[in-house]
């Protein structure tokens, strides 16, 4: 939408309100009347208009109603508007009444003046409120009180006016909203709920002085990540406190509601994306609403947050199915007083096919989402027999058994480390979804896989690693300078997986837009800055890759096709073709040399596959530094 300067939105004010008034007259003269006006009359309007028009249009500009934002227009407004109006009026019936020499006044009946006073009020004020009532649910707010915090708000936009009129109503959130710093030039000098926009974000050090804030908040989702930095560090220098407002998937994170103010996170600098998800929340329930569903690895970071989600869509029954017992314990203490008894856990183990059998004849899921996976990629490169058993063959004893079972739909949770693998977990991920592709043949069930980075704050990940480094006091170990990954949040993730998941036919793979690849040493910098500390005091440590680890991560090879879809944020790629004969006698071997823990074996036939897996040569790294998965 293209933003009008602040010449264009205040001439068009002028103008309209120019209208209003001639319209305003011409009815009072009309109501006066009952409709018979001499032509000698219409010649009086004619001479009176252009002189009111003229005398309100200074008034008001004076009076300052063209500062207001239209759709920002509230009970103090109104009032200002009253004021304005009121003050001609009451100087046309004094010149009307007391200087009967002005022939071009004299013979205006005062009926028609105290009639055009009001027909303008409501022609200003109807106009203005039009906005409001499109916009703002209908509401008196509180004067603010004296003895709250000074606060600028960062961003002039919705979330402002909401913050604004929220500190009103209710005092004990003790902020009083004293301006607004926007970077928008259409929005300078503007008057929003009782506060003006005092200029853009870079006049925060002058503003600031002038306004004597104590606190900021980010009150926009698309401010870059290279600003919030630079506002955090102004914030830290001059000893004001730093809030934001949380992000759209984090509201739909909890259900619609909105936590509190919160500080600075790290996510907040890798995920400003104000694009809302293509399906909106009732959308999802017609899809997921009432029907029994299965999460595997639900005490996972993406698993808990996945049953999080659902938890909102109204699900017949949720089986929480996790084999960490801790977790498990406290996804379902969580999920429990949204759910009741639609919240079942189920401790039990993907590797287990006897027990999965028990599992699916009693429950008989029609939706299975499959989370659970050994992910970490130094940790599997020792284990190679622990991540096929897992990874493999516990995805495998699922997929046969939604078909077998006649589940609805099944999607697996998969990797971009799938992608031209180097290491032992992301080829049993890659594995794991031509097993997917396979089962979809001649299968019911809609089988897809969803494909995407990483995921920020995910347990054993870079960001809580480098928060307990920094706190403390260092090193922050990075495994290579030039080392760059994918981020996505947790909730955003999730959200878009079961958008994609409505989408699977025939397993194809779904990929989430990941935005652009972000350098871990910028990471570490960008933490160690947000904290409010230097690297003189934290500095960062090059540690190595490890075997299996990339420099780069790829979401798609240039052999597989990528189509969009109707979703934002959601690309389809067409399936490859899979020999299934070849991958089965595969799976046997593998089978084989799993349980004689044959490590250097596996990763043979891992190679064998032909999906671009190479066994990396060991290196010499060493130290404790961030597993990147």
Same mark, same amino acid.
């Given at each position: 939408?293209?933003?009008?300067?602040?010449?264009?939105?205040?001439?068009?004010?002028?103008?309209?309100?120019?209208?209003?008034? #001639?319209?305003? =007259?011409?009815?009072?003269?009309?109501?006066?009347?009952?409709?018979?006006?001499?032509?000698?009359?219409?010649?009086?309007?004619?001479?009176?208009?252009?002189?009111?028009?003229?005398?309100?249009?200074?008034?008001?500009?004076?009076?300052?109603?063209?500062?207001?934002?239209?759709?920002?227009?509230?009970?103090?407004?109104?009032? =200002?508007?009253?004021?304005? $109006?009121?003050?001609?009026?009451?100087?046309?019936?004094?010149?009307?009444?007391?200087?009967?020499?002005?022939?071009?006044?004299?013979?205006?009946?005062?009926?028609?003046?105290?009639?055009?006073?009001?027909?303008?009020?409501?022609?200003?004020?109807?106009?203005?409120?039009?906005?409001?009532?499109?916009?703002?649910?209908?509401?008196?707010?509180?004067?603010?009180?004296?003895?709250?915090?000074?606060?600028?708000?960062?961003?002039?936009?919705?979330?402002?006016?909401?913050?604004?009129?929220?500190?009103?109503?209710?005092?004990?959130?003790?902020?009083?909203?004293?301006?607004?710093?926007?970077?928008?030039?259409?929005?300078?000098?503007?008057?929003?709920?009782?506060?003006?926009?005092?200029?853009?974000?870079?006049?925060?050090? @002058?503003?600031?002085?002038?306004?004597?804030?104590?606190?900021?908040?980010?009150?926009?989702?698309?401010?870059?990540?290279?600003?919030?930095?630079?506002?955090?560090?102004?914030?830290?220098?001059?000893?004001?406190?730093?809030?934001?407002?949380?992000?759209?998937?984090?509201?739909?994170?909890?259900?619609?509601?909105?936590?509190?103010?919160?500080?600075?996170?790290?996510?907040?600098?890798?995920?400003?994306?104000?694009?809302?998800?293509?399906?909106?929340?009732?959308?999802?329930?017609?899809?997921?609403?009432?029907?029994?569903?299965?999460?595997?690895?639900?005490?996972?970071?993406?698993?808990?947050?996945?049953?999080?989600?659902?938890? !909102? !869509?109204?699900?017949?029954?949720?089986?929480?199915?996790?084999?960490?017992? /801790?977790?498990?314990?406290?996804?379902?203490?969580?999920?429990?007083?949204?759910?009741?008894?639609?919240?079942?856990?189920?401790?039990?183990?993907?590797?287990?096919?006897?027990?999965?059998?028990?599992?699916?004849?009693?429950?008989?899921?029609?939706?299975? #989402?499959?989370?659970?996976?050994?992910?970490?990629?130094?940790?599997?490169?020792?284990?190679?027999?622990?991540?096929?058993?897992? /990874?493999?063959?516990?995805?495998?004893?699922? $997929?046969?058994?939604?078909?077998?079972?006649?589940?609805?739909?099944?999607?697996?949770?998969?990797?971009?480390?799938?992608?031209?693998?180097?290491?032992?977990?992301?080829?049993?991920?890659?594995?794991?979804?031509?097993? #997917?592709?396979?089962?979809?043949? /001649?299968?019911?069930?809609?089988?897809?896989?969803?494909?995407?980075?990483?995921?920020?704050?995910?347990?054993?990940?870079?960001?809580?690693?480098?928060?307990?480094?920094?706190?403390?006091?260092?090193?922050?170990?990075?495994?290579?300078?030039?080392?760059?990954?994918?981020?996505?949040?947790?909730?955003?993730?999730?959200?878009?997986?079961?958008?994609?998941?409505?989408?699977?036919?025939?397993?194809?793979?779904?990929?989430?837009?990941?935005?652009?690849?972000?350098?871990?040493?910028?990471?570490?910098?960008? !933490?160690?800055?947000?904290?409010?500390?230097?690297?003189?005091?934290?500095?960062?440590?090059?540690?190595?890759?490890?075997?299996?680890?990339?420099?780069?991560?790829? =979401?798609?090879?240039?052999?597989?096709?990528?189509?969009?879809?109707?979703? @934002?944020?959601?690309?389809?790629?067409?399936?490859?073709?899979?020999?299934?004969?070849?991958?089965? !006698?595969?799976?046997?071997?593998?089978?084989? =040399? #799993? /349980?004689?823990?044959?490590?250097?074996?596996?990763?043979?036939?891992?190679?064998?596959?032909?999906?671009?897996?190479?066994?990396?040569?060991?290196?010499?790294?060493?130290?404790?530094?961030?597993? $990147?998965?």
């Amino acid at each position: 939408m293209r933003v009008l300067s602040p010449l264009q939105t205040r001439s068009g004010q002028v103008a309209i309100d120019a209208f209003i008034c #001639v319209v305003s =007259l011409i009815t009072a003269y009309l109501l006066r009347l009952e409709g018979n006006v001499p032509s000698v009359v219409w010649q009086q309007v004619v001479g009176v208009a252009p002189v009111i028009v003229v005398v309100r249009a200074v008034v008001h500009w004076g009076s300052g109603i063209y500062r207001v934002v239209w759709r920002y227009v509230g009970v103090r407004e109104a009032l =200002l508007f009253a004021r304005s $109006v009121a003050v001609v009026s009451a100087a046309l019936l004094a010149l009307r009444l007391f200087l009967p020499g002005h022939a071009w006044l004299w013979r205006v009946p005062i009926s028609v003046i105290i009639l055009e006073g009001l027909l303008t009020f409501l022609g200003m004020s109807g106009s203005r409120f039009l906005r409001r009532i499109i916009h703002e649910r209908k509401g008196k707010p509180l004067v603010a009180q004296d003895g709250l915090t000074p606060t600028l708000l960062i961003g002039a936009g919705e979330n402002a006016l909401m913050i604004a009129k929220e500190a009103q109503r209710h005092p004990a959130l003790g902020i009083k909203v004293v301006g607004y710093l926007d970077d928008d030039p259409g929005k300078r000098g503007m008057d929003i709920h009782g506060a003006r926009v005092l200029g853009a974000i870079e006049d925060l050090r @002058r503003v600031t002085g002038q306004t004597g804030a104590r606190q900021l908040i980010i009150t926009s989702n698309a401010i870059a990540a290279a600003r919030i930095l630079e506002i955090n560090g102004v914030a830290r220098e001059l000893r004001l406190e730093l809030r934001i407002v949380p992000g759209f998937f984090e509201v739909i994170d909890r259900g619609g509601q909105a936590e509190a103010l919160r500080e600075v996170r790290i996510e907040d600098l890798l995920s400003r994306d104000p694009v809302a998800p293509s399906m909106s929340l009732d959308a999802l329930v017609d899809v997921y609403g009432g029907k029994r569903i299965l999460v595997t690895g639900a005490g996972g970071s993406i698993g808990s947050e996945l049953c999080r989600q659902l938890s !909102m !869509m109204r699900p017949g029954t949720l089986f929480l199915l996790e084999r960490d017992e /801790n977790g498990l314990f406290e996804i379902h203490r969580e999920l429990r007083p949204r759910l009741g008894g639609a919240c079942v856990p189920v401790l039990a183990d993907i590797t287990d096919a006897k027990q999965l059998e028990r599992i699916f004849r009693e429950l008989q899921p029609e939706v299975v #989402v499959h989370a659970a996976a050994f992910k970490h990629v130094p940790v599997m490169e020792k284990f190679p027999a622990a991540s096929v058993r897992n /990874n493999v063959f516990g995805t495998r004893a699922l $997929v046969e058994l939604a078909d077998r079972h006649g589940c609805e739909s099944f999607v697996l949770i998969s990797t971009d480390k799938a992608v031209r693998p180097t290491s032992v977990m992301g080829a049993t991920k890659r594995v794991a979804e031509m097993l #997917v592709q396979v089962a979809a043949r /001649n299968s019911r069930t809609r089988f897809s896989c969803v494909r995407f980075g990483n995921v920020l704050g995910s347990r054993g990940s870079v960001v809580p690693i480098f928060r307990d480094q920094i706190r403390n006091g260092g090193p922050v170990t990075v495994t290579h300078p030039e080392a760059t990954r994918y981020f996505m949040t947790i909730p955003e993730a999730s959200n878009l997986v079961l958008q994609a998941a409505t989408q699977g036919r025939q397993g194809e793979v779904f990929l989430l837009d990941m935005g652009r690849p972000v350098k871990i040493i910028d990471l570490a910098r960008q !933490m160690i800055q947000l904290s409010g500390t230097t690297e003189a005091r934290v500095p960062i440590k090059i540690t190595g890759l490890r075997p299996g680890e990339k420099l780069y991560e790829e =979401l798609s090879t240039d052999e597989e096709t990528l189509e969009p879809t109707e979703l @934002r944020k959601i690309s389809r790629l067409k399936p490859q073709p899979v020999d299934a004969d070849a991958l089965g !006698m595969t799976l046997e071997r593998l089978k084989f =040399l #799993v /349980n004689a823990e044959e490590h250097d074996g596996i990763r043979d036939v891992l190679r064998g596959l032909e999906i671009g897996y190479e066994a990396p040569h060991p290196t010499s790294a060493t130290g404790d530094h961030p597993v $990147v998965s």
